[in-house]
Structure formats: structure tokens, C-alpha cells
């Protein structure tokens, strides 16, 4: 039973002017990296390069994208590294304290990151190795850890546990088990949670910000701390190709997850 | 007078997309009748239903209920009520205020409600369960307040879909003869939707047979037993041995059909003519086994299969050219015949009848 | 494959440690902070309740807590409010795998892309001579540009639009958790469509609502780089005391004031789960 013609139109108008204004901060800043001019106006004067040019000159975004970059590869690994066997734990584990445990280790999700940002500061400061990327990337790993955990845990909530069962009954060890028949079927959760926590960690600010000293900045703090000072469309320029990046960080998920849907949907469950 | 409201329907059509849900389905239901839409899943019953509640505007055709012509009427505004295949229950309203949605939806006063749900929750035998919410009831007790929230709005046709597939066995029975009386008792057009064959020859004033998105027959349950119009509803309703067979000509009331060298003899009908292709459809209990007696014209066969299950004994023949199944009654002293033996085969010329091949 | 014994403390050896260690330990040492004294701009270390009672006898304290809670619960409000049809329109509405696909990317790139980057976007929209005010100011709604930068208005809006995926979301997944054949029992028994809605559509898609509103308000509430760059200044809220205190080595003092923006968080997401646990289920 489908809305009537009135109705369908004003949910259409709704749907339309509601895409409209999530997508419009990011398309504002798209057409001013390519204003002509240093001041904010609408509509821009004229079009120009002049600040993708000027964003070239500057050495330091390039730096601090490239150092974001690694800290956000490093910390996704640590985290599947440590939130994988968790999260294997917390699904097919029964033992007391496991909704507790659980409750504890999404915990990082909610907790104030400018909290988790200062906390971060004392203790490395306290063990002497603050600057660097290492305090980053231990911090980023505690934020993106549920990230990884949660979407783990909900695509292997899903498994038949009879394969698992077929390869021990064949033979198989524990570990084989997990490394040959449990990871490959939950390949396409793996990649999203990881692709999530890059992105998550690339965008981190309060929880890093006292981690950073101006050589090693990562670039979402650069760019907060150059906005502070100065709003010419320099930021829009970089800005724009960090809204391309994550773009195609999100097809390239999805796609992934499609073919992932497309595949069960061939093999037998 | 009955409550229940004359049914039309006029050469629906309904499409999805490039999928034809139903094409040009048309019957009437006559007022205070039990008609049943039955047929195998996908063949557009339930599709043909919500045509009628209003769950689907048809494409072409129209439905007409007492008269008058449905056209695009939202199911709030027809006199008609559904109860669900699913059961749909609002399960954050007790049991009370389920039934009483519709009553409250016409703005009654709260007495008058009050009675009429006291009243419609005493006929489906729910009477003190008013309080209660719904995930505490058992399936069949879920069944009747669905039933109770459609009928306390006294629709003039209630729409049943598949309303029993979910229940055991027993419990279906049980709920089939109480829904028969219920519908003799109201007086209101029932129609109800089924893949249950026995389920629909039970219940039904009639039967609409249907496959592929149309309507293959319609009829009492006996004509369609007795009398199916087309092959399909031969095979549909109970057993049938199915035997395609050419028309080789009249003997008195019946007829002679030719199937390799076996001749099989079936009521005429009128419409057959000499070298005509047909089917000849023969139900196993009327098919007799007995010992070969060496008469010509009779079929001969071979045992191949036998299964014995208790009232009846199951036999499968191979007889030349054919192959046929026969239920014939078990008392004791019935004689059982091996498999490999050979038997003679046949039936009464007037128990067999033919549909267009 | 059970996971018992050895090999689940094996498996969940690496995060606890990794956890203790860069977790529970960071906070802590950093809440306890909360029971040592800052004076003349050196932490000293002595046990002391100083610092809470001064927190909670200074008015100014409260001014704080209040707007942040104000601007969390408007925000959050208003995320719901524009949230709850989107979330309708994109159920009923979209239909094709494909056009799932498209509004799927649409309404994750602005999550996923910097928040400093969409900030800075409503810092160019929001400007008097941005979008907004030249629009407002040709419809001649307005004769003069409207101040929306650096100052709670910018705050508001542009922190709703970052939570608004973050309140459709949940709602979204519960409208399609829901029987399709209950809307039409309502529409069967006599109620309109606007009946329908509201007396069976919106009560069974609550428990979505709720938990979208305690997202939205503990992020909404921790919200710092928004308040910081469009405030101006004039939006003091928790995040941003806390920011100001580290910059001066006053960790007892960020300390108080962190655990407050916690407890806050915490006992707004123990209420919606109290409210949460007594509402019935869809399924």
C-alpha cells in the first residue's frame, strides 16, 4: 500500500531538501576552493586554481596528511590485531562477566575525547615519550578499537557455526579453524570496520590535540589551528580533496560490502 | 437479511513491475457466502485478496462491494476487514485495545465500545482475556483476537488470508469448524484465502481455483471434485491419474478414448468430438484391482509399487503405455496383491471424466 | 567452535592489556587529579576536595553545565525532529538496491569526512555574506544579514547537521525492522493515514528514536572542535573548559570539570536505557 500522490510528494520534497542540507556544507567548500578570491561571499566573484596552487606551496599539509595517514594505517592494524580475537571472544564466549566486559571495551565510543585527550597527555608525558607518532597511534587505536569490535561482532553473529563444525570434525585445530574458515566468510566486515577506522582516526582532533607539538601535527589539528588563525580558502582547497578521499574510501566500501551480499546470496548458508 | 455484502469483481489486473500478479480475474460472490480463492503459492490469491481490501489498486477492472464500485478507496473507507496472514496484532496494545481499534478509530463512546468488544471477545471464546498483551497469548488465542478485532467492526466482507497455515494440525481443524459456524452464525461474505485444497472443499459455498494469476474455475466444492474445467484443477483438488488420450468414439452415455492400444472409457460431456485430443482424469479410489479375468476389452497390468496405510491399500500400476495409481479401501479379507503380479485394471465408464488436454 | 578456557583468555589477553594500559590508566591518573589542588600555576599533590567544592560553589560552574546541556538537548532535538521524516522518507520512498546504494554514500561522506572540514563549511555558509544571508536577504525575508557565526545560533545549526546521520541512522534500521502488515491492520480497522502513523508507526519505532537521541546528545555534548571554531567565544560549554584548563597545567581543575562531562554522559545514557527496557518491541 503505497502513500498517496499528496503524500509522495511532500516526502519526496522532504528527502530532497534533506539531502540538500547534508550535502551543503561540503559543496559550499568544493565551489570556494575554487573562488578567485580570499574573502568568504556568495556567489564567488570568479573561479580560479589559486588555492590548490597555494596548498602546494605548503609543505606542512603534505607532511601532516602523510603522517595522519601512517598513524591511521598503524593504529586500524593494532586495532584489528587486538579487537579481532575480542571480538571472537565476546560472540562465542559464555562466561560471566561478558556483557560487562563487553559494555567496558565499547566504552571508548562515548567517553569525551577531549577527556581521553588530556588523559592521553599526562601518562605519555609521565613516561617520557610524548611527541612523536607513537602516543598517536596507541590513542587512536583505544578510539577506533570499538569501531573495529562492534562490526566484527555483528558480522560474525551471523555464521553458520555448522562449517566450523564440518572443518573440526575433518580435522582441523582451533586456530586453523579461525584462520582458514571464520576470518575468509566475515572478509567483507573486516575490510568495512577497517576502512571506518581509517577514517576515524583520520579525523581525529580533541583526542590528539595535546599529543602534537607544530613539527608533528597531524593534518585534521593543522587544519584546525591554521583555521583558528586564518579562513582563506587555502583550508576549502585541502578540504575538497579530503571530501574526494573519503568518498572514495566509502564506494570503495560499499562496493566491497555489495559484493560481499552478492556472494552469500550464491553460496548455501 | 443477511449482514453480508454482494461481491463483483470485474477483470482485474494487476501488475508489478513486468510481472503480471493477476490478469483479468473475474467473479461474483453472492451475499453471506463462503468462497475460497485456493491455489499453489504465487498464483495471485492473496494478491486478489488485497485487490479487494484495498491493499492494492488493480490496474485494470474494477470491484464493486453491495453495489458499489471500489475504484481507488483506501482501506479505511471500504466496509471490508482483513484478518492478516502474519496476524499483524499491535503488540504495544493489550488485548482489549486491539479489538477495540477499529470501534475507537468511528469515534464510538467508551460504554458502547466496552460492550462491543466484551461481545465480540466472548464469541471467539477470549472472554476474560481483555487484559492482556498480546505476546502472552498462545497462536491459536492470538488467532481469535484477530478474528475479534475484524469482525467486532461487523465488516459486510471479511477477508481472510491463509489464517490458519501457522497452526498444528489439530488446532486448524478445530478453528476450521469454528469459523464455519462463526461466518453461518454472522451472516457476513467471507473470503478466504488457502493453499490447502482439503481445507477449501471443507469450508467453502464455493471455490475459485486459481494458478498463474488467473482464475482456472469456479464452483462448488463437488464441481470442482466432480467436474474440473481444466487440467490443472484436476490435479490440484485430491488425486488424480491424469492420462492424455485421443476421443475414439461414444458408447451410450459414455465415452472411448484411445491411449496406445488401451481404450479408457469416461463420461461424455458434450463438448468432445471424434479424434480429439483430451485428458482423462481418473481419482485412484475409483480405479478397481482385481484378479486378471480374462475379458478383452479390459486393462491389463503389473503391479509395480504397493504401500499399505491402513484404511487404504496404494498400488502402483503399469499397465501398457499408461501408468496409474489406485487407493482402493482395505477391510479385512481384501484380497492384497504382490508387486510383479499382474492384475486387472478399470472403473466405472461414468466415474472418469475429461478436461481439455 | 567454542571458545573456552585458555583460548579465550589467549584471544582477550592483547586488548585487555592494551586497554588497561592506554585506557583505564590514562583516565584514571588523570581523574585523580580532581583530588589535588592547583596553585599559583603548579599541581600539588596533596589530597584535598578543594577543587570539587570550588566546582560546584562557583556559579559560573553552572552557567556552564547549562549551556552544554541546553546545547546538547536542542541539538538533539532538532536532529530528531528533521531526522525522524528523513528517516521515513528514505524508507518508503527508496526502494531499488541502486538508489539504497546512492543515499547510502550521500549520508556517510559528510560522516565521514573531517569535522573540522564540514565545520569550516558552515563557517562559509553561515557568514554575513555567505549562502544563508545572501539568500534570506533576496527572498527579502530579512533587511539585514543575520548574525549566525560566532555565536550559539552557528553552534546549533552546525552541530545538528553533523548529528543529523547520527539520528537517522537508528531510526531508519528500526522503520525497517517493522511488520509492514501493522500499518495496514490500522488502515483496515478505519484509521487514516495520519492515525496510522501516529498511533502504531511512531510508538513501535521509538526505542530507534531514544537510542538515536542518546547518541546524538552524549556526542552533542562532547562536542568540541564545533563550539571552539563558530562560538566565538561566546558558547562555554564543558569540552571547552576542560581544552582551556590543560592549556594552563590546571589538571585538577580540567579534571572536576571532565568528570562532570561524564557523569553527565553517563546518566543520560542510563535514562534513555531505563525508558529504553520498558517500551514494547517491534518484533
Redesign the interface.
Given at each position: 500500500?503505497?502513500?498517496?500522490r499528496g503524500?509522495?510528494a511532500l516526502?519526496?520534497t522532504?528527502?530532497t531538501l534533506?539531502?540538500g542540507?547534508?550535502?551543503?556544507?561540503?559543496g559550499?567548500?568544493v565551489l570556494?576552493s575554487f573562488s578567485s578570491v580570499a574573502?568568504?561571499?556568495?556567489?564567488p566573484p570568479g573561479l580560479s586554481l589559486r588555492w590548490y596552487a597555494h596548498l602546494l606551496d605548503q609543505p606542512a599539509f603534505g607532511r601532516a596528511f602523510l603522517r595522519s595517514l601512517g598513524i591511521a594505517v598503524a593504529a586500524t592494524g593494532?586495532a584489528l590485531?587486538?579487537?579481532v580475537?575480542?571480538a571472537?571472544?565476546l560472540v562465542?564466549?559464555?562466561?560471566p562477566g561478558r556483557d560487562p566486559?563487553q559494555a567496558?571495551?565499547l566504552s571508548?565510543i562515548?567517553?569525551?575525547?577531549?577527556?581521553?585527550g588530556?588523559?592521553?597527555?599526562?601518562?605519555f608525558a609521565?613516561l617520557g615519550i610524548q611527541g612523536g607518532v607513537l602516543p598517536l597511534i596507541?590513542?587512536h587505536?583505544?578510539v577506533v578499537?570499538p569501531f573495529v569490535i562492534s562490526i566484527v561482532a555483528a558480522n560474525l553473529v551471523g555464521l553458520d557455526?555448522a562449517l566450523?563444525?564440518a572443518a573440526?570434525d575433518l580435522g582441523a585445530p582451533?586456530r586453523t579453524?579461525?584462520w582458514r574458515i571464520?576470518l575468509p566468510q566475515i572478509r567483507s566486515g573486516l575490510i568495512v570496520s577497517a576502512l571506518l577506522a581509517l577514517?576515524v582516526s583520520?579525523?581525529q582532533?580533541?583526542s590528539s590535540?595535546?599529543l602534537t607539538r607544530g613539527e608533528n601535527n597531524t593534518?585534521?589539528i593543522e587544519?584546525?589551528l591554521y583555521?583558528?588563525k586564518w579562513?582563506d580558502p587555502t583550508?576549502?582547497a585541502l578540504?575538497a580533496l579530503?571530501?574526494l578521499f573519503?568518498?572514495i574510501?566509502?564506494?570503495g566500501a560499499?562496493v566491497v560490502a555489495?559484493g560481499a551480499a552478492d556472494l552469500r546470496r550464491i553460496l548455501p548458508r | 437479511m443477511a449482514r453480508g455484502a454482494d461481491l463483483d469483481v470485474r477483470a482485474i489486473t494487476k501488475r508489478f513491475g513486468a510481472v503480471v500478479a493477476i490478469e483479468a480475474v473475474s467473479f461474483t460472490v453472492r451475499a453471506g457466502e463462503f468462497f475460497s480463492l485456493l491455489g499453489p503459492s504465487g498464483c495471485g490469491k492473496t494478491t486478489t485478496l488485497r485487490a479487494i481490501g484495498?491493499?492494492?489498486t488493480v490496474d485494470e477492472g474494477d470491484i464493486l462491494i453491495g453495489g458499489r464500485p471500489m475504484g481507488r478507496l483506501?482501506?479505511d473507507r471500504r466496509e471490508t476487514n482483513m484478518v492478516f496472514q502474519r496476524l499483524a496484532l499491535f503488540p504495544h496494545y493489550s488485548v482489549f485495545d486491539n479489538v477495540a481499534f477499529g470501534l475507537r478509530m468511528r469515534r464510538l463512546p467508551a460504554p458502547e465500545v466496552g460492550r462491543r468488544v466484551a461481545e465480540a471477545l466472548a464469541r471467539v471464546e477470549l472472554g476474560d482475556l481483555g487484559a492482556r498483551r498480546i505476546g502472552e497469548l498462545s497462536g491459536g488465542q492470538q488467532q481469535r483476537v484477530a478474528l475479534a478485532r475484524a469482525l467486532v467492526n461487523e465488516p459486510r466482507v471479511l477477508l481472510l488470508d491463509e489464517p490458519l497455515s501457522a497452526l498444528d494440525l489439530k488446532l486448524r481443524i478445530q478453528l476450521q469448524e469454528e469459523l464455519k459456524g462463526l461466518q453461518r452464525g454472522l451472516g457476513t461474505t467471507f473470503i478466504y484465502v488457502t493453499h490447502d485444497q482439503g481445507e477449501a472443499l471443507a469450508m467453502s459455498d464455493r471455490i475459485g481455483v486459481m494458478a498463474g494469476g488467473r482464475l482456472e474455475q469456479v464452483g462448488t466444492p463437488l464441481e470442482v471434485y466432480e467436474r474440473p474445467a481444466t487440467r490443472f484443477v484436476a490435479g490440484f483438488i485430491g488425486d488424480a491419474n491424469l492420462v492424455e488420450a485421443v476421443v475414439e468414439g461414444v458408447d451410450g452415455d459414455g465415452l472411448v478414448t484411445r491411449v496406445g492400444d488401451a481404450r479408457l472409457r469416461a463420461r461424455r460431456q458434450g463438448w468432445e468430438h471424434a479424434g480429439a485430443r483430451l485428458t482423462v482424469c481418473v481419482r485412484p479410489e475409483r480405479v478397481r484391482v482385481t484378479r486378471p479375468d480374462g475379458r478383452a476389452d479390459g486393462l491389463v497390468g503389473r503391479v509395480e509399487d504397493r504401500a499399505f496405510s491402513g484404511s487404504l491399500v496404494r498400488y502402483r500400476l503399469a499397465v501398457p503405455g499408461l501408468r496409474l495409481h489406485a487407493a482402493v479401501p482395505y477391510v479385512h479379507g481384501t484380497p492384497l496383491f504382490e508387486v510383479g503380479e499382474a492384475v486387472a485394471v478399470g472403473w466405472d465408464g461414468d466415474q472418469a471424466v475429461t478436461v481439455p488436454a | 567452535?567454542?571458545?573456552?578456557g585458555w583460548?579465550?583468555a589467549?584471544?582477550?589477553g592483547?586488548?585487555l592489556a592494551?586497554?588497561a594500559a592506554?585506557?583505564v590508566?590514562?583516565?584514571g591518573?588523570?581523574?585523580v587529579?580532581g583530588f589535588h589542588r592547583f596553585k599559583d600555576g603548579r599541581i600539588l599533590r596533596v589530597w584535598t576536595l578543594d577543587t570539587y567544592a570550588a566546582f560546584l560553589t562557583d556559579p559560573f560552574s553552572y552557567k556552564i553545565v547549562s549551556t552544554s546541556l541546553l546545547l546538547a538537548g536542542i541539538v538533539t532535538a532538532l536532529a530528531l525532529l528533521?531526522g525522524y521524516?528523513?528517516a521515513?522518507?528514505?524508507h518508503?520512498?527508496?526502494r531499488s538496491a541502486r538508489a539504497r546504494?546512492v543515499?547510502?554514500?550521500?549520508?556517510?561522506?559528510?560522516l565521514?569526512?573531517?569535522?573540522?572540514?564540514?565545520t569550516?563549511?558552515?563557517?562559509?555558509?553561515l557568514?554575513n555574506?555567505?549562502?544563508v544571508n545572501?539568500t534570506l536577504l533576496r527572498l527579502r525575508l530579512i533587511d539585514e544579514p543575520v548574525r549566525l557565526l560566532f555565536n550559539m545560533q552557528g553552534v546549533v545549526i552546525?552541530l545538528t547537521?553533523i548529528m543529523?546521520?547520527f539520528a537517522i541512522l537508528p531510526i531508519y534500521s528500526v522503520l525497517g525492522r517493522l511488520d509492514p502488515s501493522l500499518?495496514?491492520a490500522a488502515?483496515d480497522l478505519g484509521a487514516g493515514?495520519w492515525a496510522a502513523f501516529w498511533r502504531v508507526t511512531l510508538p513501535l519505532t521509538l526505542p530507534g528514536v531514544a537510542s538515536g537521541g542518546v547518541i546524538c546528545f552524549?556526542l552533542a555534548?562532547?562536542a568540541?572542535?564545533t563550539p571552539q571554531?563558530l562560538g566565538g567565544g561566546r558558547v562555554q560549554v564543558?569540552?571547552l573548559t576542560?581544552?582551556n584548563s590543560?592549556v594552563e597545567i590546571n589538571?585538577p581543575e580540567?579534571?572536576v570539570t571532565?568528570l562532570a562531562?561524564?557523569a553527565l554522559?553517563?546518566l543520560a545514557?542510563w535514562a534513555v536505557n531505563r525508558v529504553l527496557r520498558r517500551l514494547p518491541t517491534v518484533a
Amino acid at each position: 500500500m503505497h502513500p498517496g500522490r499528496g503524500r509522495d510528494a511532500l516526502l519526496r520534497t522532504a528527502l530532497t531538501l534533506g539531502v540538500g542540507f547534508i550535502l551543503l556544507p561540503l559543496g559550499i567548500v568544493v565551489l570556494y576552493s575554487f573562488s578567485s578570491v580570499a574573502y568568504g561571499i556568495f556567489p564567488p566573484p570568479g573561479l580560479s586554481l589559486r588555492w590548490y596552487a597555494h596548498l602546494l606551496d605548503q609543505p606542512a599539509f603534505g607532511r601532516a596528511f602523510l603522517r595522519s595517514l601512517g598513524i591511521a594505517v598503524a593504529a586500524t592494524g593494532l586495532a584489528l590485531a587486538t579487537g579481532v580475537p575480542a571480538a571472537l571472544v565476546l560472540v562465542r564466549g559464555h562466561f560471566p562477566g561478558r556483557d560487562p566486559l563487553q559494555a567496558f571495551l565499547l566504552s571508548p565510543i562515548v567517553m569525551p575525547k577531549i577527556v581521553l585527550g588530556v588523559g592521553w597527555f599526562i601518562l605519555f608525558a609521565r613516561l617520557g615519550i610524548q611527541g612523536g607518532v607513537l602516543p598517536l597511534i596507541f590513542a587512536h587505536t583505544i578510539v577506533v578499537l570499538p569501531f573495529v569490535i562492534s562490526i566484527v561482532a555483528a558480522n560474525l553473529v551471523g555464521l553458520d557455526p555448522a562449517l566450523e563444525e564440518a572443518a573440526q570434525d575433518l580435522g582441523a585445530p582451533r586456530r586453523t579453524v579461525v584462520w582458514r574458515i571464520v576470518l575468509p566468510q566475515i572478509r567483507s566486515g573486516l575490510i568495512v570496520s577497517a576502512l571506518l577506522a581509517l577514517l576515524v582516526s583520520f579525523d581525529q582532533v580533541e583526542s590528539s590535540i595535546f599529543l602534537t607539538r607544530g613539527e608533528n601535527n597531524t593534518l585534521p589539528i593543522e587544519m584546525f589551528l591554521y583555521m583558528e588563525k586564518w579562513q582563506d580558502p587555502t583550508i576549502a582547497a585541502l578540504s575538497a580533496l579530503l571530501i574526494l578521499f573519503a568518498f572514495i574510501l566509502v564506494v570503495g566500501a560499499l562496493v566491497v560490502a555489495r559484493g560481499a551480499a552478492d556472494l552469500r546470496r550464491i553460496l548455501p548458508r | 437479511m443477511a449482514r453480508g455484502a454482494d461481491l463483483d469483481v470485474r477483470a482485474i489486473t494487476k501488475r508489478f513491475g513486468a510481472v503480471v500478479a493477476i490478469e483479468a480475474v473475474s467473479f461474483t460472490v453472492r451475499a453471506g457466502e463462503f468462497f475460497s480463492l485456493l491455489g499453489p503459492s504465487g498464483c495471485g490469491k492473496t494478491t486478489t485478496l488485497r485487490a479487494i481490501g484495498g491493499f492494492e489498486t488493480v490496474d485494470e477492472g474494477d470491484i464493486l462491494i453491495g453495489g458499489r464500485p471500489m475504484g481507488r478507496l483506501p482501506p479505511d473507507r471500504r466496509e471490508t476487514n482483513m484478518v492478516f496472514q502474519r496476524l499483524a496484532l499491535f503488540p504495544h496494545y493489550s488485548v482489549f485495545d486491539n479489538v477495540a481499534f477499529g470501534l475507537r478509530m468511528r469515534r464510538l463512546p467508551a460504554p458502547e465500545v466496552g460492550r462491543r468488544v466484551a461481545e465480540a471477545l466472548a464469541r471467539v471464546e477470549l472472554g476474560d482475556l481483555g487484559a492482556r498483551r498480546i505476546g502472552e497469548l498462545s497462536g491459536g488465542q492470538q488467532q481469535r483476537v484477530a478474528l475479534a478485532r475484524a469482525l467486532v467492526n461487523e465488516p459486510r466482507v471479511l477477508l481472510l488470508d491463509e489464517p490458519l497455515s501457522a497452526l498444528d494440525l489439530k488446532l486448524r481443524i478445530q478453528l476450521q469448524e469454528e469459523l464455519k459456524g462463526l461466518q453461518r452464525g454472522l451472516g457476513t461474505t467471507f473470503i478466504y484465502v488457502t493453499h490447502d485444497q482439503g481445507e477449501a472443499l471443507a469450508m467453502s459455498d464455493r471455490i475459485g481455483v486459481m494458478a498463474g494469476g488467473r482464475l482456472e474455475q469456479v464452483g462448488t466444492p463437488l464441481e470442482v471434485y466432480e467436474r474440473p474445467a481444466t487440467r490443472f484443477v484436476a490435479g490440484f483438488i485430491g488425486d488424480a491419474n491424469l492420462v492424455e488420450a485421443v476421443v475414439e468414439g461414444v458408447d451410450g452415455d459414455g465415452l472411448v478414448t484411445r491411449v496406445g492400444d488401451a481404450r479408457l472409457r469416461a463420461r461424455r460431456q458434450g463438448w468432445e468430438h471424434a479424434g480429439a485430443r483430451l485428458t482423462v482424469c481418473v481419482r485412484p479410489e475409483r480405479v478397481r484391482v482385481t484378479r486378471p479375468d480374462g475379458r478383452a476389452d479390459g486393462l491389463v497390468g503389473r503391479v509395480e509399487d504397493r504401500a499399505f496405510s491402513g484404511s487404504l491399500v496404494r498400488y502402483r500400476l503399469a499397465v501398457p503405455g499408461l501408468r496409474l495409481h489406485a487407493a482402493v479401501p482395505y477391510v479385512h479379507g481384501t484380497p492384497l496383491f504382490e508387486v510383479g503380479e499382474a492384475v486387472a485394471v478399470g472403473w466405472d465408464g461414468d466415474q472418469a471424466v475429461t478436461v481439455p488436454a | 567452535m567454542r571458545v573456552r578456557g585458555w583460548l579465550a583468555a589467549g584471544l582477550l589477553g592483547p586488548v585487555l592489556a592494551l586497554t588497561a594500559a592506554l585506557y583505564v590508566v590514562p583516565l584514571g591518573v588523570y581523574l585523580v587529579n580532581g583530588f589535588h589542588r592547583f596553585k599559583d600555576g603548579r599541581i600539588l599533590r596533596v589530597w584535598t576536595l578543594d577543587t570539587y567544592a570550588a566546582f560546584l560553589t562557583d556559579p559560573f560552574s553552572y552557567k556552564i553545565v547549562s549551556t552544554s546541556l541546553l546545547l546538547a538537548g536542542i541539538v538533539t532535538a532538532l536532529a530528531l525532529l528533521m531526522g525522524y521524516p528523513l528517516a521515513y522518507a528514505l524508507h518508503t520512498r527508496v526502494r531499488s538496491a541502486r538508489a539504497r546504494g546512492v543515499l547510502a554514500v550521500v549520508l556517510f561522506c559528510p560522516l565521514m569526512t573531517s569535522v573540522v572540514v564540514r565545520t569550516y563549511g558552515w563557517l562559509i555558509l553561515l557568514a554575513n555574506q555567505g549562502l544563508v544571508n545572501t539568500t534570506l536577504l533576496r527572498l527579502r525575508l530579512i533587511d539585514e544579514p543575520v548574525r549566525l557565526l560566532f555565536n550559539m545560533q552557528g553552534v546549533v545549526i552546525s552541530l545538528t547537521h553533523i548529528m543529523l546521520p547520527f539520528a537517522i541512522l537508528p531510526i531508519y534500521s528500526v522503520l525497517g525492522r517493522l511488520d509492514p502488515s501493522l500499518k495496514e491492520a490500522a488502515r483496515d480497522l478505519g484509521a487514516g493515514p495520519w492515525a496510522a502513523f501516529w498511533r502504531v508507526t511512531l510508538p513501535l519505532t521509538l526505542p530507534g528514536v531514544a537510542s538515536g537521541g542518546v547518541i546524538c546528545f552524549t556526542l552533542a555534548l562532547s562536542a568540541f572542535v564545533t563550539p571552539q571554531l563558530l562560538g566565538g567565544g561566546r558558547v562555554q560549554v564543558l569540552p571547552l573548559t576542560v581544552y582551556n584548563s590543560t592549556v594552563e597545567i590546571n589538571w585538577p581543575e580540567g579534571a572536576v570539570t571532565s568528570l562532570a562531562l561524564l557523569a553527565l554522559s553517563i546518566l543520560a545514557v542510563w535514562a534513555v536505557n531505563r525508558v529504553l527496557r520498558r517500551l514494547p518491541t517491534v518484533a
